[in-house]
């Protein structure tokens, strides 16, 4: 898929890519989604499928933390209060930590949740604020997004696959 230019191109994208990875994730039982054995986002870790998750979670309650402080004139900290962009492995840990008492069910509820209000997000913006200018550095909040919503899904998608694959394999 291309990279989306405009918000329908970006509502296609996302919703799309949400569509294939909720497809994915429904033949994992609650219990498989606990054990650990996929790739973390941090070198060197492992994860589980409530992990990735958590993580899809985490970056989508940033970027609507973003909107919603510069809709109130505040500059939010990027990525997040406390951690610099070099240090997103940490962070992917602190999403983690955030859902650590959640189960699959809960956790899924909180995604489906969480792309429903990034839909209504970009639904609600036209093009011109989408890509029309700069949002963060060289970025478009359109892109911003998308950074955080459609290429996650499909990136979460194919780390599922590839774990699937290796637990038949084992």
């Not at 970056?59 to 973003?66: A, R, T």
């Not at 909180?110 to 029309?132: I, M, P, S």
């Not at 997004?145 to 899904?153: E, G, L, M, R, V």
């Amino acid at each position: 898929m291309t990279v989306p230019a405009n918000r329908a191109a970006l509502l296609e994208a996302m919703t799309q890519n949400f569509a294939r990875l909720e497809a994915e994730l429904s033949s994992i039982s609650p219990a498989e989604a606990q054990h650990s054995g996929m790739e973390g986002h941090a070198r060197d870790t492992v994860i589980s499928v409530n992990d990735l998750v958590a993580y899809l979670c985490g970056w989508g309650e940033l970027v609507l933390k973003w909107v919603e402080l510069r809709d109130q004139g505040l500059e939010p900290d990027f990525p997040e209060t406390g951690y610099k962009w070099n240090e997103l492995g940490a962070l992917a840990q602190k999403f983690y930590r955030d859902q650590q008492g959640l189960d699959l069910p809960d956790r899924l509820e909180r995604l489906k949740t969480n792309h429903a209000r990034l839909v209504a997000l970009v639904d609600h913006l036209d093009d011109d604020a989408l890509y029309g200018r700069c949002w963060y550095n060289q970025w478009s909040l359109g892109r911003m997004i998308q950074f955080n919503t459609a290429s996650p899904y499909a990136n979460a998608r194919a780390r599922i696959r590839k774990w699937k694959k290796a637990k038949a394999a084992a």
